[in-house]
């Protein structure tokens, strides 16, 4: 089973680094390993992104890798210099990318990014070819 650390990765601007921290491991097959992007991040824990994965197994043997990367949007509110979290968010869950109508472009391309450099990092990567829980 990987151990888990954290996960760093480039942002949109393909030079700034960006970290998801561990904030669950996984207790092994079928919990949640989780990891959110807490250092730097000022915005309110509701509107962190989260990135996570679990393996299965079925009764017939078969190994399976879930994954659910959710980029929260939110922004500060002009008139009351207030950060608004709306409750919608970029969203990738098994293979469904869900982008909600009303979320900037340069929201959409960071979550993107930040997702499919996930999917690349050495340890996400290390974890779907021995299809073992992060503990």
């Known amino acids: ?9 480039k942002k949109y601007d393909n030079v700034t680094n960006i970290d998801y921290d561990i904030l669950s491991k996984s207790a092994g097959d079928g919990t949640w390993a989780v990891w959110r992007q807490d250092t730097g991040n ?3 824990y ?7 994965t679990r393996v299965t197994e079925s009764q ?6 879930d994954v659910i990367f959710e ?13 608004v979290v709306p409750g919608s968010k970029v969203t990738f869950k098994n293979g469904v990318l869900t982008v ?10 960071e979550a993107g990014t930040q997702f499919a450099n ?8 290390s974890g779907f070819v021995t299809q073992t829980a992060f503990v």
């Open 60 to 65: 017939k043997g078969i190994r399976r890798v």
């Open 42 to 44: 000022t915005a309110p």
């Open 100 to 109: 909600p109508q009303g979320i900037p472009v340069s929201v959409v391309q």
């Open 1 to 9: 089973m990987p151990a888990m650390t954290v996960i760093t990765i």
């Open 118 to 125: 996930l999917m690349g990092s050495f340890l996400i990567r």
């Open 46 to 52: 509701a509107a962190r992104p989260t990135f996570s």
């Open 71 to 83: 980029y929260p949007y939110f922004y500060t509110d002009t008139t009351t210099s207030q950060v």
